[in-house]
């Protein structure tokens, strides 16, 4: 049974370009959610997709968006990057929890983004 | 005040000893507590999830929380040096958020 995954492990970007994060659930797992880890700090929420639609976000601006595919997994864009958004990106995923009370959230391996 | 605060330490504890870490929280809404250990360089691994009052074992692991007190923790007995990472705790808020501290790093000392 296939853990959560991330793609690509690491990225090197430069200020002004745009970058895409790709995450698969867990086997049997519907929603997603990504989180920024600055280096550090605890990671930090950015936003969540279940049935295709963004259902929370964090405070994070619009230059962070999403998507998530009819097969659950998802894809994370970051526009106009900036030097601040060096960090490591989470990808977690779970059962909704607006259905399943008791869920758990397991992390992939995270993709480490470094903007110069 | 921060959401969940956690003491950076780090704390540290020789082999064998039991690791007491502890992690207050804001928000009175929270009903579900987890706790994750994170190695340097790698994502975090679910170690304990807790959602009632009392406490909850799991082999070396217990998880206590008091949400009168808005406040929950992580026993480990039985330290191993393999125990030293940092432990990060988080309750989930609104919706399926989960919020978290800053971390405890442990160090457990042959």
């Known amino acids: 049974d296939a853990g959560v995954t991330q793609s690509p492990t690491h990225l090197i970007k430069t200020r002004g370009q745009q970058v895409t994060l790709r995450c698969s659930p867990k086997?049997?797992?519907?929603?997603v959610s990504w989180y920024q880890q600055a280096l550090g700090q605890g990671p930090q929420f950015i936003f969540q997709y279940y049935e295709e639609e963004e259902r929370q976000r964090g405070n994070f601006p619009d230059r962070f968006s999403g998507h998530q595919f009819p097969n659950y997994s998802s894809e994370l864009n970051v526009n106009a990057l900036l030097l601040g958004d060096s960090a490591l990106y989470l990808c977690?995923?779970?059962?909704?929890?607006?259905?399943?009370?008791?869920?758990?959230?397991?992390f992939g391996p995270g993709t480490r983004l470094t903007v110069l | 005040q921060k959401e969940v605060e956690q003491n950076s330490g780090p704390l540290s504890v020789p082999e064998g000893a039991i690791a007491s870490l502890n992690c207050t929280y804001s928000d009175r809404v929270s009903q579900s507590f987890f706790w994750y250990r994170q190695y340097s360089g790698k994502s975090p691994e679910l170690i304990m999830s807790i959602y009632s009052n009392g406490d909850k074992e799991d082999g070396r692991f217990t998880a206590q929380l008091n949400k009168a007190s808005q406040y929950v923790s992580l026993l480990i007995r039985d330290s191993q040096p393999s125990d030293s990472a940092t432990y990060l705790c988080?309750?989930?808020?609104?919706?399926?958020?989960?919020?978290f501290g800053g971390g405890t790093r442990l160090m457990v000392k042959p």
């Open positions: 988080a309750p989930r808020t609104a919706g399926n958020m989960l919020t």
């Open positions: 086997s049997g797992h519907d929603t």
């Open positions: 977690a995923s779970s059962l909704f929890a607006g259905i399943h009370l008791y869920n758990e959230q397991f």
